[in-house]
């Protein structure tokens, strides 16, 4: 019937005798296929202050000068 001391050395063969003969076919190790690429790390954005316009003034003699600050 069922023995009472099991040997774990037949069943771990069994189990791996597909993954030998797979590999005895393909080669070791197995080939597969690269990782894709990683992608660039995402570049921190600078924030660019642009220059405040300075407007010029018309004086009333048709000349111009410029504001004070």
Do not use: H, Q, S
């Not at 050395?9 to 070791?28: C, D």
Request: charged fraction near 30%.
């Amino acid at each position: 019937m069922l023995k009472e001391k099991l040997n774990w050395r037949r069943p771990l063969f069994f189990g791996l005798l597909p993954i030998f003969l797979v590999m005895a076919f393909l080669g070791f190790p197995l080939p597969v296929a690269p990782p894709p690429p990683t992608k660039p790390a995402v570049e921190d954005a600078t924030v660019i202050k642009r220059k405040k316009k300075r407007f010029k003034v018309l004086t009333p003699e048709g000349g111009e000068a410029e504001e004070e600050p």
